[in-house]
C-alpha cells in the first residue's frame, strides 16, 4: 500500500518568507507527526496530532511554527517569516494510533532551505 | 546533556567485522526503546525494538539495561548493505502518544 508522502520534496525559500510544508499519512493511521531533523543530528519531535486536534505540541520551537490537520488526514506544517536557522529536512511519520506503542512510519521528508 | 546519547562515530569496519553500538538514555520513565536505520538522505525506518531479555534478529542483537540506562545493538557478520547511521529511539510511556526522542546517530560504513 501507499506509505506517507510529503510536498514538496524541496523547498528553497527567501529569509522572512511564509512556508507550507504538506504530510499525507498512510490510510487509516489516526495518529501523525512532525519531527525536524538537521544535518548530522537525529530528528527532533516538533507536533503530534491524534485525529484533528494537536495533543502535543510542545516541540515546537517557537510561535512561528504552527500545523493543521482539519480532517483528521492531510496535515500541513506553516512557518511563517522563515530564518536561516529552519534550515532542516521536515519529516511526518504516522502510526496506527498513538495510545501505546505502534511502530511509527516516516515519509521521505522535505528539505527546506531558507536563504 | 541531550536525552539519549549515542558514539557519534564515524565507524568503519571491513566487511565480515562485528560492530557494537552503545546509547545511554537519561529519562528513567522511558518505557520503549528502538534502533531505527537511516540511510543517506532518507527517512528512518524500524530496525528492532529493544526488551530487557534482549532480542535478536540474524545478524543484528538488542539488548537493554533498565538500571544502567543503557541500549547497545550488536551486528554480526558486518555487510556492505549495512553502511547507515544508526539512530538509538526511546519513548517516554505508554500515554505519552508515542512521540519518538532520538539520538544523535551513528554512522557505520562497511568497506570491502
Known amino acids: 500500500g501507499a506509505g506517507v508522502s510529503q510536498t514538496p520534496s524541496n523547498k528553497v525559500t527567501e529569509k522572512g518568507k511564509y512556508v507550507e510544508l504538506r504530510c499525507d499519512p498512510i490510510s487509516g493511521h489516526t495518529a501523525l507527526y512532525w519531527y525536524r531533523q538537521s544535518l548530522g543530528q537525529g530528528p527532533e519531535f516538533l507536533i503530534y496530532f491524534q485525529g484533528t486536534g494537536a495533543a502535543d505540541d510542545s516541540g515546537l520551537p517557537n510561535d512561528r511554527f504552527f500545523a493543521v490537520r482539519p480532517e483528521g488526514s492531510v496535515s500541513t506544517l506553516k512557518i511563517q517569516r522563515t530564518e536561516r536557522g529552519d534550515s532542516a529536512v521536515y519529516l511526518c511519520a504516522s502510526s496506527l494510533t498513538g495510545t501505546g506503542v505502534y511502530e511509527q512510519y516516516f515519509g521521505p521528508g522535505t528539505r527546506l532551505t531558507v536563504t | 546533556r541531550k536525552e539519549v546519547e549515542q558514539d557519534p562515530g564515524p565507524f568503519n569496519v571491513p566487511e565480515g567485522a562485528t560492530v557494537a553500538f552503545n546509547c545511554t538514555y537519561s529519562?528513567?520513565?522511558?518505557?520503549?526503546f528502538f534502533w531505527y536505520r537511516q540511510d543517506c538522505r532518507k527517512e528512518p525506518k524500524l530496525l528492532m525494538s529493544?526488551?530487557?531479555s534482549g532480542n535478536e534478529d540474524g545478524r543484528f542483537t538488542a539488548q537493554l539495561n533498565r538500571a544502567s540506562q543503557y541500549i547497545s545493538l550488536l551486528i554480526r557478520d558486518s555487510k556492505l548493505s549495512d553502511s547507515a547511521t544508526y539512530l538509538c529511539v526511546v519513548t517516554r510511556g505508554y500515554n505519552q502518544g508515542g512521540k519518538l526522542i532520538f539520538g544523535q546517530g551513528t554512522e557505520l560504513s562497511v568497506k570491502p
Open positions: 529493544v526488551y530487557s
Open positions: 529519562n528513567s520513565a522511558s518505557q520503549s
